[in-house]
């Protein structure tokens, strides 16, 4: 149980152009999610808690009009790099909390490279 | 702010031989604390928990050890194999709070 689905796991874009990332929660229903960068051999950063319904809620240094984030059922919500450039390439992993569990699971990350 | 400091960021241990990796966090009212085991170029897995009313738990090669009075907690795998090698995080959260506060990051490499 507590599987979370992220797609696309990889994702070439050209300088300029918007794209999105969606993730889902398969098996649950999951009112918040998270959105992390991660860079290589870093940990995990927080940029935004997703809530379904109301607007998210960002970290700071996190440009919310940058980083747009849709959380329109209990089982998906979407992050849009909008405008992207090449310091925007990274790994965005997102997670889901199973109300009847513990535990936060993640999804299997998208690299985005912007070109 | 919350703070979870973890050590060492690398370790190299030959197969068959324990690990040992070690967390500190700064927020007394964390109760519940994860580890994450992330392979190259996939999301973090959750391989262990623990709750701060429990002091350990095990589970085939993995243990956890929770040391409330010194905010320290540590990951434990004997019997390591070479398909143990991975990056592992751990992390803090209270009950109060969504967020999970994760270290930094150890990379297991395990020698055949």
């Known amino acids: 149980g507590a599987v979370v689905s992220q797609h696309p796991s990889r994702v070439i874009c050209k300088s300029g152009t918007s794209v999105k990332i969606e993730c889902r929660s398969l098996?649950?229903?999951?009112?918040?999610m998270f959105w992390y960068r991660q860079f290589p051999k870093k940990s995990l950063m927080l940029m935004a808690t997703s809530n379904e319904g109301s607007k998210a809620t960002y970290e700071q240094g996190v440009e919310k009009d940058k980083f747009l984030i849709n959380h329109a059922s209990l089982t998906l919500s979407t992050l849009t790099v909008t405008s992207a450039h090449p310091e925007d390439s990274s790994f965005y992993i997102c997670s889901a909390r199973d109300p009847n569990r513990d535990g936060y699971t993640f999804g299997s990350g998208t690299r985005l490279t912007v070109v | 702010g919350e703070n979870v400091e973890q050590h060492p960021s690398t370790l190299s241990v030959q197969e068959g031989d324990s690990a040992v990796i070690k967390c500190t966090y700064s927020d007394s009212a964390s109760n519940y604390f994860p580890w994450y085991k992330q392979e190259l170029g996939k999301g973090p897995q959750l391989i262990i928990d623990i709750r701060s009313n429990v002091g350990e738990k095990k589970d085939q090669r993995i243990a956890v050890t929770l040391n409330k009075t010194a905010k320290h907690f540590s990951l434990h795998i004997t019997e390591t194999q070479p398909e143990d090698s991975a990056v592992y995080f751990c992390?803090?959260?209270?009950?109060?709070?969504?967020?999970?506060?994760f270290g930094s990051g150890t990379r297991l490499l395990v020698r055949p």
């Open positions: 992390a803090a959260k209270r009950d109060s709070s969504y967020k999970l506060i």
């Open positions: 098996d649950f229903q999951a009112t918040t």
